[in-house]
């Protein structure tokens, strides 16, 4: 298989020569294309940091990343945006949507930024708003849509432009369990029918047992990997837990 | 432990709102710089000609009028940190803290900010405090020194009037916040912008503007049925009907609407009353200025009325055009998607709809104090130039006496008296008289005396002699005239083509005493002061001396200048006691005036600068509270845009176009009500001058004038451009951090 993003002895150091805090000790893993990989990790694991170096908005201390072969740590910092616009796509927790514009402004906002033509624009927006199921929502603001609603549309959003990976931090941290459940389905699918690349970062044993695989982050090294293989999910949903209580955090930090 | 919050706050704070410490240390500043004049302790050297009392009770009335705008600044800046505190407060109340303390501790830590603005703005007035005093130095013609002086009582004014301000002010912030719920007050930093719902204020604007059509319309036929004639000149006539028609369209449209309120939306209507209040804005301000030009007949009061029209369709014109602007982007947006898609158009166009719905009203208010206070600047110097180059026509003699014979219906009231009086007093008080001449001014036929409408009063004459004396006075040189020739002598304002038309037209005048032909040098256009000639007229007949022995005398008049200037006390003495004897109402209709140069020219000093200093004081505040209201707006949201462009970021956009984009909004905010205002302004100002166009031309000159406007657009674009990029580095500043 085709491999996107490889990490080679990444490390990340806060603080200074006194006081130094590594958030990242040494991490090395690869993400195959069209997989779907979880993160999972206790607060204060270094997941949140991983993903921020991943996705050029923080720099390492050592190591490479490479996306498609490309070093991303080496990337002059001008073009980092450019290279971001086009090669990732982001799902946070907390939508980043913009409130003065529509659902379907804040989609065309993506494709806008990276120049496509014009005519393209809204032909596409009512494609991936169909595969999303917010076509009937296209015209209101985000104030006006539920909390999953506005998480697909960040989705939509997020792989608009068909990007080589998407990263996603905590994408149920602010839903209900019902719009989880939906969200997860809806990245399930991105992942099945559009074939898109996804990493996915989470302390949720729920969510993460939509992933095809698991890295287990512990005081900044992985301590377990995961493989969903041909089991159900609710058996991959044990086998986290079990994981889970192996690492220290118990059930009590399983939703 | 409260008074160490409330330090720690207030440095905190003061960091943040350096833009509203800045704005209260100017206002305090000019507060105190102008005031010091009216100062009991301020006592420059004028001169004994002068008084200076007059002037500083005019002073302290028109500084504290003009501050109080101030209170408006300062509570809409309270208004603003209360918001953005609002988070604090709730922690503070869910520790337990009382709100009613809470409120305390932000009144205090207020007033420790006002405080810091009131001392450092005295500081500072006290260096502004020269300026003004050599302006008004400038003002009596006196050399200027520079003297530092603290005047405890204007600083005891300054003080009491800000730490009022601040209580004032405080008490209702205190008051908010006790009645505000924690709830509220936890959430309040969530909602940005919410709803974008637009309020009711526009409707109000509608009903007003129809009432006022309505009223305008009545008024528009009133005045056809009772004056209209079609004999008068095409503008007077379009006057007439446009007048009725245009508010008769204006309320037309709204008609229509109503009628077809479910196909047409609200704006169809705002759009056609837009276009009708430009309509109604020319028709309604030609009525004044062609009154003026062709004398009509429309009653009293109605050039008032008629200007207050205008004003409300200017109002109305600033309120719908950036109540529309929103609209207008937004169908521009719709229209063309090759601009929407075009890289962060559609965030730059979310950012500037959302916040123009949201804020029109307070954009409108600051449309409108611009426009006020561009008319202030501008119409400062014109005023003051025409009263001062007035000065110079109206005082050209140190006394002047004169009556005039409006009310006299009998020709026997007609008294020849020489204002004994006046030569009594000299002589008492050792005055010595350089040129005195008592003459009169005569009516060409007898039956002219019975001419009353203001329209055709006559033009009144006067002997030759006469005239080559006041000309021997006034240091021109003598005339002569031939056997049975008249020449005329002009008022300075009157305009050349109106003397033309007239010269063209009086070859000949027919009097009592035969026919005149007109002279080879048919009119003499010095300055003679005022009082040379008939009410409403602005040319002066003179007729050789045999002439003028066969005509009626109608007005006595007597001139002096005297080889000292008369002192401001005899001047006064002798205005009482010539008053008593020769009041200007008299039973026989006979009115009597005397004027001083020394009396008019203090008052027109001292009234002068009143009004030039008022009105720069005024248009500067206005223009700082405009400027302030914009920047503050878009500083206080920062922590909103912060959010905005963080996701710009995160989706790939660089640096460099998020500065355009910043520069590209402030841009908008700033420009609109600027450019609306400059619009209007332009629109106010240059009928203002159009309408004094002869006073400009014959006291000030148009290349002063164009000084003055270039002066006041210099020190527009300045402060314009300090706060612009003030705003700019700080709005930079906050959303990159």
């Known amino acids: ?255 | 432990m409260y008074a160490k919050l409330v330090f720690r706050n207030a440095k905190r704070s003061a960091k943040d709102y350096l833009v509203y410490i800045v704005t209260m240390t100017i206002c305090v500043t000019l507060f105190y710089a102008f005031l010091s004049i009216s100062s009991s302790f301020y006592n420059p050297d004028i001169g004994s000609e002068y008084d200076f009392t007059l002037l500083s009770d005019g002073m302290k009335a028109a500084i504290c009028m003009i501050t109080l705008l101030l209170l408006f600044l300062i509570r809409f800046v309270n208004h603003y940190m209360l918001r953005q505190k609002q988070k604090e407060f709730a922690i503070q109340s869910i520790m337990g803290m009382e709100q009613k303390t809470i409120g305390r501790i932000f009144f205090a830590e207020m007033l420790i900010m006002g405080l810091v603005s009131i001392l450092a703005g005295i500081f500072f007035g006290v260096f502004c405090s020269q300026f003004i005093t050599a302006m008004l130095l400038t003002a009596y013609g006196k050399p200027y020194e520079i003297s530092w002086t603290l005047f405890p009582d204007t600083v005891l004014w300054t003080v009491v009037f800000f730490v009022f301000s601040f209580l004032v002010v405080g008490i209702f912030n205190t008051r908010t916040i006790q009645k505000t719920k924690i709830i509220d007050m936890l959430s309040a930093e969530k909602e940005n912008d919410p709803e974008l719902k637009k309020s009711r204020w526009i409707f109000v604007m509608v009903i007003i503007l129809e009432l006022f059509t309505v009223w305008a319309f009545i008024t528009g036929v009133i005045k056809a049925l009772f004056f209209y004639d079609s004999r008068f000149p095409i503008p007077v006539q379009f006057m007439y009907f446009g007048n009725i028609l245009f508010p008769a369209a204006t309320l037309g449209w709204s008609f229509l609407w109503l009628f077809k309120k479910k196909k047409w939306n609200f704006q169809k209507l705002l759009c056609g009353l837009l276009a009708c209040s430009v309509l109604n804005t020319f028709a309604a301000v030609s009525v004044p200025a062609l009154t003026n030009q062709y004398y009509l007949p429309l009653g009293s009061g109605m050039l008032r009325q008629y200007l207050l029209f205008a004003l409300i369709d200017l109002l109305f014109f600033i309120c719908v055009l950036i109540y529309l602007a929103s609209c207008f982007i937004v169908m521009w947006k719709e229209k063309s998607p090759e601009h929407r898609y075009k890289e962060e158009n559609l965030f730059f166009l979310g950012q500037i709809i959302s916040k123009l719905e949201t804020t029109s009203k307070t954009m409108t208010l600051i449309s409108v104090t611009f426009v006020l206070a561009i008319f202030l600047f501008i119409a400062a110097p014109i005023l003051t130039g025409w009263a001062f180059g007035y000065l110079d026509i109206r005082s050209m003699y140190d006394v002047q006496i004169f009556s005039q014979y409006n009310d006299v219906h009998d020709e026997k009231e007609l008294l020849q008296d020489n204002y004994e009086i006046v030569t009594d007093f000299l002589d008492e008080h050792d005055i010595e008289t350089a040129y005195d001449c008592t003459f009169n001014l005569y009516l060409p036929k007898k039956e002219d005396f019975s001419h009353r409408t203001k329209y055709d009063f006559p033009i009144v004459a006067i002997s030759l002699s006469d005239y080559n004396a006041i000309r021997k006075m006034l240091g021109y040189e003598q005339i002569s005239l031939g056997k049975n020739e008249f020449a005329t002598q002009w008022k300075i304002i009157a305009a050349e083509e109106e003397r033309k038309n007239f010269l063209s037209k009086h070859i000949d005048v027919l009097t009592d005493g035969g026919t005149l032909k007109i002279s080879e040098q048919p009119y003499y256009e010095e300055a003679m002061g005022e009082t040379l000639y008939n009410s409403y007229t602005d040319v002066l007949y003179v007729f050789p001396d045999n002439i003028c022995k066969k005509l009626l005398p109608v007005m006595r008049n007597r001139y002096i200048t005297t080889t000292e200037k008369i002192s401001y006390e005899n001047a006064c003495e002798l205005e009482r006691l010539f008053t008593i004897e020769y009041p200007e109402q008299t039973e026989s209709g006979v009115a009597y005036g005397v004027r001083f140069s020394t009396l008019q020219t203090n008052s027109a000093i001292a009234n002068n600068f009143i009004l030039q200093t008022g009105m720069i004081y005024g248009a500067v505040v206005l223009m700082v509270i405009c400027l302030t209201v914009l920047s503050l707006q878009q500083l206080l949201d920062a922590g909103q845009y912060k959010y905005r462009f963080c996701v710009l970021r995160k989706l790939g956009v660089e640096e460099n176009h998020i500065s355009q984009l910043i520069l590209k909004q402030l841009s908008v905010w700033f420009g609109l009500p600027i450019i609306v205002a400059i619009i209007v302004a332009a629109v106010v100002v240059g009928y203002f001058i159009q309408t004094v166009s002869a006073e400009i031309s014959a006291y000030i000159g148009l290349a002063a004038l164009m000084l003055q406007i270039g002066a006041t657009v210099g020190i527009l674009v300045i402060l314009l451009l300090c706060y612009f990029i003030s705003t700019w580095v700080i709005f930079r500043h906050s959303v990159n951090s």
């Not at chain 1, 991943?54 to 720099?59: E, G, H, P």
């Not at chain 1, 990007?163 to 719009?179: I, N, R, V």
Request: with cysteine; aromatic share 6%.
């Open chain 1, 1 to 255: 298989m085709n491999t996107i993003l490889k990490l080679e002895h990444i490390q990340k150091y806060y603080g200074n020569a006194g006081n130094i805090t590594k958030a990242i000790k040494d991490i090395s893993f690869s993400v195959e294309a069209g997989e779907f990989l979880g993160i999972m990790g206790a607060s204060g694991s270094g997941k949140t940091t991983l993903l921020n170096c991943i996705s050029t908005i923080d720099t390492v201390s050592a190591g490479h990343i490479f996306l498609e072969g490309i070093d991303v740590t080496e990337i002059n910092p001008k073009s980092l945006a450019r290279f971001r616009r086009e090669n990732l796509g982001f799902v946070f927790q907390d939508f980043n949507l913009l409130d003065t514009l529509t659902i379907s402004e804040n989609i065309a906002l993506a494709l806008a930024i990276n120049h496509t033509p014009v005519g393209r624009v809204e032909s596409r927006i009512l494609e991936i708003a169909g595969k999303l199921n917010i076509s009937d929502i296209l015209n209101k603001y985000p104030y006006q849509v539920s909390g999953g609603q506005k998480q697909r549309c960040a989705c939509a959003r997020a792989i608009i432009n068909n990007p080589q990976l998407l990263l996603a931090d905590e994408p149920t941290g602010a839903l209900d369990s019902h719009s989880s459940q939906m969200l997860l389905s809806t990245i399930q699918s991105i992942n099945k029918q559009l074939g898109a690349t996804i990493l996915m970062v989470t302390h949720d044993a729920f969510t993460a047992s939509y992933a095809s695989r698991i890295l287990f982050l512990k005081d900044g090294e992985i301590f377990m990997e995961l493989c969903k293989g041909n089991d159900s999910r609710n058996a991959f949903f044990d086998k986290i837990l079990n994981v889970l209580t192996i690492i220290g955090g118990g059930q009590s930090h399983v939703c």
